[in-house]
């Protein structure tokens, strides 16, 4: 097993040798690496697409785009922000950081790692193609509903098909890994209930992963089919219906939110006991808390539905399964605060990310729970509103915990620590303007303006500037995230094996930055902890 | 920890065929939808099969409204129309109303009628003893016909509801699906 790329590919030149060995790595830390740029490069991208976006709606009318090309930026920043960003961000630190938590030498299934993340560049570079093709890319909404993908869909929309086929296929192989690996190679003495919690949260995401990307499988199937199959899945006319792929997409759609966000909850949850320096509050609260989360995320699908023609009964249902996921939340969001009561805080910029990620995560929750009320739903459903809504649990959700997380590992990864002074800088400019950029979404939602069209009401006018000047400052802040992270992997001050005063857990035992190969022989567990002090 | 690769591949095994079965339950959704639809009558969606009228109880002097809706889908050529918009009847009573269909395309077309009730939960009290909707229906170019519904609805049908509405969306068959075609591509087999 110690075959290295370096002997199997003689160093006929520089780039070779660079092509090779991040073609055929299996290590879990490079693999983590490529998936982490990925979705660093997607970011922008996708980002770039939502430029165009606030571009556009900065002044009712059209001025810049055409209402098609609209279509396709909102389609495609969807997309991408969700398989391309969150989720390969997510992928990548478990890759870097579960076999370092759990004390494992690599990844149980180090070729099939390579392959899950090989196969994503390859379905972006399908998806994005689209945007070239003729008749556009996909332009009818992430959520891809039948007709419009199905009978109205532009001719790439096959691509797109093929495209999140392979994204699946990346995601549940990953998933797999994941599971095995945390079930077969944790460091002896390390029980299921002695875990770090980010470890927890993913060994759940991977199960809500394996359940339900199969079901996307199956939905993005139907769609081929009834495109050039003749079959009728969602055709009425055949004996199909079109509120049908609604449920089977909701189905997956609902447990996937929760894949955005519960190793979110897993960063905040090491985060926050490093800097109040004491334990975790309610650690088996914690684990139970996510799993009931992920249990009750399969029976609330219908809540996406709420205006299309649903009985009673089921609204109800649905209502009442929704509201009862802020009571496991709500737990969550108890324990971190309850960590911070009387601990000693210190504010470096991990930390600041994490707290950003409680307070608007539980914002975004807040709106959540309103629009889980059926009546108040039929005037929220498909307005601004939601587009706030989903916006404050995905950007100062997901991805501020993302940042959180490179911000804490980062010196383990690199050996350097990172600027306090540009990461503060940054801190301070994203949070400012992700919510002058989201919240005014909540008052021209409540004033009824529709979401997912190019033109809007003149009487929105003062919320779309405010919200089109918060994302270019949003926007150029995430450039600094980038200047930043280059900073620190080219120098910096070194960075001690701790890094921080009050981290625990076994990836804090290993020197900085990681090497290639760490844990070849089980660590013992609870690890000894260097008492260094990085000032 | 490496004395454990069988349980690795229990658990790789494991995982694999729980992602194979979720792909097929995506599948298996389909006819789960159909039978929950048709079961509790959510949806408006009555049953795609005549009901058999010996199970008729008795003539209740309750009256209800029924009225007549129809729909052509996209593409379809069809003049499609009921004879009647509506109708006062007493439940558990047989009726039988007539829905008008002329072919207006240069060529022959085959439709499908897709019935819809509103409220939704109306739907299961509807009993089609006969229904133009059971089978697919040819018109040749020009060609017309009256095409008749035999219905009763059920004494059981809930205090609070005084009007049921019976909509039909006509749908063009796309000639692959065309049962006609179908049937000549099996005697041909034959």
Redesign the interface.
């Known amino acids: 097993m110690v075959t290295r790329t370096e002997d199997l590919i003689p160093h006929r030149s520089p780039l070779l040798a660079f092509i090779a060995r991040w073609l055929l790595t299996t290590n879990h830390k490079e693999i983590g690496t490529l998936y982490l740029w990925l979705s660093f490069t997607l970011f922008f991208i996708a980002g770039a697409m939502a430029m165009v976006i606030r571009l556009e709606l900065f002044q009712p009318g059209i001025q810049f785009v055409q209402p098609l090309f609209y279509n396709q930026m909102v389609t495609m920043h969807g997309l991408i922000m969700v398989f391309g960003v969150v989720m390969p961000a997510f992928v990548g630190l478990a890759n870097w950081q579960i076999p370092m938590m759990i004390g494992?030498p690599d990844m149980?299934?180090p070729r099939l790692n390579n392959f899950s993340f090989w196969i994503l560049p390859f379905a972006f570079t399908l998806l994005l193609s689209s945007l070239f093709m003729e008749g556009g890319a996909p332009n009818f909404g992430w959520t891809f509903y039948a007709p419009l993908s199905t009978?109205y869909g532009p001719p790439s929309t096959d691509f797109f098909i093929i495209g999140v086929h392979m994204m699946g296929i990346s995601s549940?192989l990953g998933?797999?890994n994941i599971?095995?690996t945390i079930?077969?190679?944790r460091t002896p003495g390390m029980t299921l209930m002695k875990m770090p919690l980010f470890v927890w949260t993913w060994l759940i995401t991977a199960f809500l992963l394996?359940?339900?990307?199969?079901?996307l499988?199956?939905?993005v199937?139907?769609v081929l089919t009834d495109r050039h199959f003749?079959t009728?899945?969602f055709s009425?006319?055949?004996?199909g219906?079109p509120?049908?792929f609604q449920?089977?997409f909701w189905?997956f759609g609902h447990p996937e939110v929760y894949i955005l966000i519960l190793p979110g909850f897993g960063i905040a949850s090491q985060i926050i006991p490093t800097f109040a320096r004491k334990k975790l509050f309610g650690y088996h609260s914690m684990v139970y808390a996510t799993a009931s989360i992920a249990i009750l995320s399969f029976i609330v699908w219908g809540h996406h539905m709420f205006t299309s023609?649903m009985?009673l009964m089921?609204e109800l249902f649905f209502m009442y399964a929704t509201m009862l996921i802020a009571v496991p939340t709500g737990v969550k969001v108890f324990n971190w605060v309850a960590t911070m009561w009387r601990g000693s805080l210190t504010f470096e910029t991990p930390m600041l990310f994490a707290l950003g990620f409680v307070i608007l995560f539980t914002i975004g929750g807040l709106s959540g729970l309103m629009l889980a009320l059926v009546p108040a739903d039929f005037q929220y459903h498909d307005t601004f509103f939601v587009v706030a809504h989903f916006h404050y649990v995905l950007y100062p959700g997901a991805i501020f915990g993302t940042m959180a997380a490179v911000y804490y590992w980062l010196p383990k990864w690199t050996g350097h620590m990172y600027d306090e002074r540009l990461g503060k800088i940054h801190f301070w400019t994203a949070v400012i303007a992700v919510n002058l950029t989201f919240f005014p979404m909540h008052f021209s939602g409540l004033a009824g303006m529709p979401r997912r069209i190019v033109d809007y009401s003149p009487q929105f006018v003062d919320f779309n500037m405010v919200s089109s000047i918060g994302s270019g400052l949003l926007g150029l802040s995430q450039v600094l995230f980038l200047y930043i992270v280059i900073k620190t992997i080219r120098g910096g001050e070194p960075a001690s094996t701790r890094v921080w005063e009050g981290a625990e857990g076994l990836e804090w035992t290993v020197p900085s930055p990681a090497p290639l190969h760490t844990f070849e022989t089980?660590p013992p567990f609870p690890p000894v902890m260097e008492s260094d002090v990085n000032e | 920890?490496t004395e454990?690769p069988n349980?690795?591949h229990k658990?790789?095994i494991l995982?694999?065929s729980?992602?194979?079965?979720?792909?097929g339950?995506?599948?298996a959704?389909?006819p789960l939808?159909q039978i929950f639809c048709e079961v509790t009558g959510?949806?408006g969606k009555t049953s795609g099969r005549a009901a058999d009228p010996a199970t008729i109880s008795q003539v209740s002097d309750r009256e209800v409204t029924i009225q007549f809706l129809a729909q052509v889908?996209?593409g379809m050529p069809w003049e499609f129309r009921p004879t009647e918009h509506q109708l006062r009847v007493r439940l558990g009573e047989f009726n039988t109303t007539n829905y008008y269909a002329r072919n207006r395309a240069a060529q022959a077309v085959t439709g499908?009628a897709?019935p819809s009730v509103s409220p939704?939960?109306a739907a299961k009290y509807l009993r089609k003893v006969e229904c133009f909707c059971f089978t697919q229906q040819h018109l040749e170019a020009g060609e017309d016909q009256n095409m008749p519904v035999r219905f009763y609805i059920g004494d059981d049908l809930p205090e609070e509801i005084h009007t049921i509405s019976l909509s039909y969306?006509l749908?063009?068959?796309?000639a692959?699906?065309d049962t006609s075609s179908i049937a000549k591509i099996a005697n041909n087999q034959q």
């Open positions: 494992a149980a299934l009978t549940v998933a797999i599971m095995v079930f077969n190679l394996i359940m339900v990307m199969p079901v499988a199956g939905a199937t139907m003749d009728s899945f009425a006319a055949g004996g219906d509120v049908f449920h089977v189905f023609g009985p089921g089980p | 920890m454990t349980n690795q658990h790789v995982l694999c729980l992602a194979l079965a979720m792909f339950f995506a599948y959704l389909v939808y959510l949806n889908g996209n499908q897709v939704g939960y969306t749908f063009k068959v796309p692959v699906q």
